[in-house]
């Protein structure tokens, strides 16, 4: 399309045949996936006790969405299982409370409705949780791309990495297709298998 303008602009043609047509949209890859190193690096600038340790770790061990996490609180909590609607599919999805969050949950105040809280102590909503966590992100001086829904995709490949299936990724992470979760263990075996190549013969440096 740009090489038919420039033509008729430098009076090579008469008319540009493309005219009216609509330049497709390029597919990208969607919310960046934090690296280990991405995360080491949050977690050691944003202790425990902090607001912002508190919906990392909310992130990491839940693996949902930021509009999930938000509205995530103590009523949610039975015989150490939590229990989220997922109110993006309104599937309900159980997942056993990990001893590392719930050292985090114990010292939280017990009169707030929700774990995250603006500083006013009013629930958060996914856009003011996603402005705040940016800021959070820039603290830390990482990538301005990092999302709280990178943490999800970082969590789902932590899964598939310690060798759960998708059906056992879809159970925790409420994805409706078999597909979206298979990605993450598609990845965690070409990390396996790239590792698995290197240990070879043929992938061994030489003292050459």
């Known amino acids: 399309m740009q090489q038919s303008r420039h033509a008729v602009e430098l009076g090579w043609r008469r008319d540009d045949p493309t005219l009216g047509i609509r330049k497709l949209k390029e597919k990208s890859g969607g919310f960046t996936t934090w690296e280990e190193e991405h995360i080491e690096?949050?977690?050691?600038?944003?202790?425990?006790?902090?607001r912002a340790h508190l919906a990392l770790?909310?992130?990491?061990?839940?693996?949902?969405?930021?509009g999930d996490v938000v509205h995530l609180g103590r009523q949610h909590i039975r015989d150490?299982?939590?229990t989220v609607v997922q109110r993006k599919t309104a599937q309900a999805v159980d997942v056993p409370i990990?001893?590392?969050?719930?050292?985090?949950w114990d010292a939280l105040p017990k009169d707030n409705l929700t774990f995250l809280v603006s500083d006013s102590g009013r629930p958060l909503t996914p856009e003011s949780f996603t402005n705040w966590f940016r800021d959070m992100v820039k603290?830390?001086?990482?990538?301005?791309?990092?999302?709280?829904?990178?943490?999800?995709?970082?969590?789902c490949g932590r899964l598939a990495e310690t060798g759960c299936t998708p059906h056992q990724i879809m159970a925790i992470s409420g994805h409706q297709t078999l597909s979206e979760a298979t990605r993450y263990t598609v990845a965690a075996s070409r990390k396996?298998?790239?590792k698995q190549a290197m240990a070879s013969p043929g992938g061994k440096k030489t003292g050459t």
């Open 192 to 194: 396996d298998w790239t």
């Open 98 to 104: 990990f001893p590392d969050l719930k050292s985090v």
């Open 139 to 155: 603290e830390a001086k990482l990538p301005d791309g990092l999302s709280p829904h990178g943490l999800r995709k970082s969590a």
């Open 41 to 50: 690096q949050i977690l050691a600038h944003h202790k425990p006790g902090t």
């Open 80 to 82: 150490g299982v939590l």
């Open 57 to 66: 770790m909310l992130l990491l061990w839940r693996g949902q969405r930021r």
